[in-house]
């Protein structure tokens, strides 16, 4: 599989985007007994996408079921957790659809579909009413991620690249000030940073969103180190699955677990949610067998090819271990 282009410039990116994760975040230490259980450091993000599974296995005791001992550790985005994979500093993490050209460049394993996420948008200043408008403005976006992603597929819709108006890489936290501040004329984010924003700038104009491609799907996904443990990854594969339905049949019940372990208002964890379409285990499973999946991700390797993030569409079950996922349903 061919390295992306630009894929000196992306690692030095997430090098510096590593320095903050801890900044960023936090750790919280769960599971079952250390004696008895193999130890996993796990990453997610803070929203309902790429907690939930966590919050429903807290609740229902599947870490211990599985023999895992989970440190988990709150990142601000998918390219970071990539990083931190790689440098051997965390086991297995959660990426949006924006950060799927990385295991896609070979630079981690996908090991579980998780929803299809529409929570991208870019947001524009009072006044700015149209993609159009965005021409010599400042735009802010976090590298790598599913903002860039949506800014780019906005910017091709409109006929426009991203010579036409000045990027600004930024973290999200600094999206989200930026904006507030009026520093950046736009930005390509995901809610529930928008709701943040929108406290400070209730006026903001969405100009584009990922629900403007019924076309294309946008999967997140849960990934692993390139070198991983087969065993403990059929287990977390396993824990995912689990989870995965039981979140499915208690979309209420997952929604207030996920609300307080990231500490929000069950309210604004059900907006995110909203955001959100949910497949249980058959479902992936059917979409995994049938290469429904393969075409998510297809669709997504493609898009990188045009944005340079890479030089050519690998086979999708060279990163996505679709073996591993079916038989750790049987």
Not at 114 to 122: C, F, I, K, P, S
Not at 222 to 238: L, P, S
Not at 288 to 300: F, N, R, Y
């Amino acid at each position: 599989m061919r390295a992306p282009r630009r894929g000196t410039v992306a690692v030095t990116t997430l090098l510096l985007l590593a320095a903050t994760a801890t900044a960023c975040g936090g750790e919280d230490e769960s599971g079952g007994d250390s004696d008895s259980a193999d130890r996993i450091r796990f990453g997610y993000i803070s929203d309902y996408n790429g907690a939930s599974l966590l919050a429903v296995a807290d609740e229902q005791d599947l870490w211990e079921k599985y023999e895992l001992d989970p440190q988990t550790t709150v990142f601000t985005n998918g390219p970071i957790q990539i990083q931190a994979l790689g440098s051997g500093d965390l086991d297995f993490g959660y990426i949006g659809p924006g950060a799927m050209w990385l295991p896609a460049s070979d630079r981690a394993e996908v090991i579980s579909i998780n929803t299809l996420a529409y929570a991208d948008r870019v947001i524009a200043q009072p006044g700015i009413t149209s993609v159009a408008d965005l021409a010599g403005r400042k735009v802010g976006v976090p590298e790598g991620t599913s903002g860039e992603m949506v800014l780019g597929l906005a910017l091709r819709e409109a006929g426009m690249t991203t010579d036409d108006i000045e990027v600004v890489p930024m973290d999200p936290a600094t999206v989200v000030s930026a904006f507030a501040s009026g520093q950046i004329d736009a930005a390509g984010i995901w809610y529930p940073l928008i709701d943040t924003i929108k406290e400070q700038v209730p006026e903001l104009v969405e100009v584009a969103s990922t629900r403007d491609f019924p076309d294309d799907s946008f999967p997140t996904a849960f990934v692993a180190g390139n070198d991983v443990d087969e065993d403990v990854a059929t287990r977390v594969v396993r824990l995912l699955q689990e989870a995965n339905d039981w979140r499915a049949a208690h979309p209420d019940e997952t929604i207030q677990l996920t609300a307080e372990l990231l500490e929000i208002s069950p309210e604004a964890m059900a907006a995110d949610a909203a955001n959100i379409e949910l497949l249980s285990t058959d479902e992936l499973l059917a979409a995994t067998e049938d290469g429904t999946a393969g075409q998510w991700l297809d669709g997504l390797a493609e898009f990188f090819v045009e944005t340079d993030k890479l030089e050519s569409v690998p086979a999708w079950d060279d990163y996505y271990n679709a073996e591993r996922y079916v038989e750790a349903a049987r």
